[in-house]
């Protein structure tokens, strides 16, 4: 079985190749293909890679193969997997300035940055999606990791129906770890994370996490309990906990955006350096670990880039797809009706059995008014910059912008819209022809 990943000189892929290593006997992956653009980082994270693999204890299980080539990358691939940044990370670094420049939230997958991210990597993905199309393996399933995670599945579910996509963040199984740590402590003995299901719905980034059961019992009212307690004794919690007592659910964290506006906005008067300038330097202390010539495992400094369990969510999903396991996994992709009363090609970050036939919105209740209004907001602007990036229509970004509830006021759009455009131009042809 051959497996791709496009990125593959990301500095994540160390972990994702310990992520198949360690399932070698779930998953018979022959060749496992990391394709970027970016020759000198392939040679690096590549080569390291491929040490990593021939060092295994049971021997070289696949082959490493490096190419700059799409095409050839996904040609016969049963799994793609996309973990890729079109501008790399002097692009996010403009991202996050573009929002700080004009008094706004400067982030990567939030607000202007999100959307200035998005229009940047739509017309990559669908490239990706229509290679698939013509050259991968029958059935082969598209796993997006690129960000935003959600918005990116929300174009391909529209302008790629055909080839089966889904889209993953290692955030709801962050929150399922945490919260068995949390009952790990409340009863003072180990718990097999299988035991426990996460009931969250919403957006990807933007979700709220509303029950948790372990071993099928609903144990929701203890962890929210253990949860506003410790919100209540810190000097400066994440969120205020009078807004978690009134929705009796633990809102994902990148909700303090827009719960917390100016506290963010504060934090960002002290750039630099800005989170992008932050994993430049971490990215170059671990490629220059990654050069080592007889390094063969992740170094410790790999944490500090984030994305803790990434690897295993990756390998989780597929050997789930691959071995027809039935699982339940959060994902994201189109609901299909899962949530009653809402526009049925949403595609929207919810618990999903997974098995050999494809990705399965469980039925689930809808959220309350209180965050429906938030979530129609964002879903809004994430149809309009799709609609946006695939036809490279001013206008349509215009009220991408106009209908973000971080975004600019009604008198500054225009003058955001044109500052990212111009700032991404040398990506966004679609919008200069």
């Not at 021997?59 to 973990?83: H, I, W």
């Amino acid at each position: 079985m051959k497996i791709t990943v496009m990125g593959g000189g990301s500095t994540y892929t160390p972990e994702l190749i310990n992520g198949f290593l360690a399932r070698t006997a779930q998953l018979p992956v022959t060749e496992l293909w990391l394709m970027d653009i970016d020759p000198q980082r392939l040679k690096i994270v590549g080569g390291f890679a491929q040490r990593m693999v021939e060092a295994a204890p049971q021997g070289a299980p696949f082959k490493v193969v490096l190419t700059d080539n799409q095409r050839e990358a996904v040609k016969g691939a049963s799994y793609v997997c996309t973990q890729l940044r079109v501008g790399m990370m002097a692009a996010r670094r403009n991202d996050e300035y573009l929002g700080f420049r004009h008094g706004l939230v400067g982030q990567e997958t939030t607000g202007v940055g999100g959307m200035a991210k998005a229009l940047r990597t739509f017309p990559v993905l669908l490239s990706i999606a229509r290679d698939m199309r013509e050259v991968s393996a029958p059935g082969a399933l598209l796993v997006n990791f690129t960000n935003p995670s959600g918005l990116v599945t929300q174009a391909l579910s529209q302008y790629a129906p055909d080839v089966q996509s889904v889209g993953v963040c290692n955030v709801p199984f962050n929150m399922k770890m945490t919260t068995i740590e949390r009952l790990e402590r409340m009863i003072g003995q180990p718990i097999d994370p299988s035991r426990g299901e996460l009931n969250t719905l919403g957006l990807n980034h933007l979700t709220w996490h509303r029950g948790f059961t372990l071993d099928g019992e609903d144990v929701w009212p203890r962890v929210l309990e253990d949860y506003l307690n410790e919100l209540k004794a810190e000097e400066e919690p994440e969120f205020d906990p009078r807004i978690v007592e009134s929705l009796r659910a633990i809102p994902n964290y990148y909700l303090e955006y827009y719960y917390h506006t100016d506290r963010k906005l504060a934090e960002q008067k002290q750039w630099p350096p800005s989170r992008a300038e932050q994993v430049i330097k971490i990215e170059d202390d671990l490629l220059r670990q990654y050069a080592e010539p007889d390094r063969t495992e992740p170094p410790a400094d790999l944490m500090k880039r984030g994305g803790a369990y990434y690897s295993t969510v990756a390998t989780q999903l597929l050997n789930a797809h691959y071995n027809d396991l039935g699982e339940t996994h959060v994902t994201n992709v189109r609901h299909n009706g899962a949530v009653p009363g809402w526009p049925i090609d949403w595609v929207l970050e919810l618990p999903c059995k997974v098995d050999r036939a494809g990705i399965h919105p469980l039925p689930t209740e809808p959220l309350p008014p209180v965050s429906f209004g938030l979530l129609a907001q964002i879903k809004s602007f994430e149809l309009l910059t799709v609609e946006a990036a695939v036809h490279g229509d001013r206008n349509a970004a215009f009220q991408a912008l106009l209908a973000h509830p971080l975004g600019p006021k009604g008198d500054q759009v225009q003058a955001v819209l044109d500052d990212l455009l111009e700032t991404n131009r040398v990506y966004l042809p679609q919008f200069f022809s």
